[in-house]
């Protein structure tokens, strides 16, 4: 029953390699965000899904990011050609309908360390 | 242009005193806040919320106030407990069809037992 899961937990790569992050939200839950925390900064948001709706891909920092969600559930954030910039911690929260007011329930992050 | 400010990194309190948390925006958009409670190696986890037709919402030990004319928010913890030792992100959201909520870069509290 859980909250909101995230895999992997920490991955350290080599700067030019691909890597994809997973998240399980809350079931039930049809809006699912992904942020990310650099050092020392706040949360940034990268992209936000809402049921079938297209997603708000604003926040993405460049085309190498990109993020899916199957069958409305599970969602995977792909960074390609990974560079030491992209080194920060990636939270995944889910909320029950996507509203403004909504609590977000956060995963508890991947850590990715580009070297 | 960092819309949501939190402009104090860290604050340490004594145990059992009040402890202060701040933050200031610049967009006038916003209409509901939102402070988050974020543990080492945890998620965030909301903790309290106001609306902007409100200049005050209280839960506990926790209150917020929202201070619209001068564009800033503040997070009241009374008393200080060891266990509220954590980063505070304070956070804001606009209604305005777009979604996106702007988090500040955190506070982190550290209350001494």
């Known amino acids: 029953g859980a909250g909101v899961s995230q895999s992997p937990s920490n991955k350290v790569t080599e700067k030019g390699k691909d890597v994809e992050l997973r998240c399980d939200p809350i079931?039930?839950?049809?809006?699912l965000y992904w942020y990310r925390q650099s050092l020392g900064q706040g949360l940034e948001f990268l992209i936000y899904?809402?049921?079938?709706?297209?997603?708000?891909k604003s926040g993405l920092p460049s085309d190498r990011f990109s993020a899916e969600r199957t069958g409305g559930s599970v969602s995977t954030l792909t960074i390609q050609r990974t560079q030491q910039e992209d080194s920060a911690v990636y939270l995944c929260?889910?909320?029950?309908?996507?509203?403004?007011?909504?609590?977000?329930?956060f995963g508890p992050g991947t850590r990715l360390l580009v070297l | 242009d960092q819309q949501v400010k939190q402009n104090s990194p860290s604050l340490s309190v004594q145990e059992g005193r009040i402890s202060i948390l701040n933050c200031d925006y610049t967009?006038?958009?916003?209409?509901?806040f939102l402070w988050y409670k974020k543990y080492p190696a945890e998620g965030p986890t909301f903790l309290i919320s106001?609306?902007?037709?409100?200049d005050k919402n209280e839960d506990g030990r926790f209150t917020v106030f929202l201070n619209k004319s001068a564009k800033h928010l503040s997070l009241h913890i009374v008393p200080s407990q060891p266990g509220d030792s954590a980063v505070y992100f304070c956070?804001?959201?606009?209604?305005?069809?777009?979604?996106?909520?702007?988090f500040g870069a955190g506070t982190r509290l550290f209350v001494k037992a």
């Open positions: 929260a889910s909320s029950l309908r996507g509203g403004l007011m909504e609590t977000q329930y």
């Open positions: 079931s039930g839950h049809t809006a």
């Open positions: 899904f809402q049921g079938n709706s297209a997603p708000d």
């Open positions: 967009n006038s958009m916003f209409d509901y």
């Open positions: 106001i609306s902007s037709i409100k």
């Open positions: 956070a804001a959201s606009a209604n305005t069809g777009g979604f996106k909520t702007i």
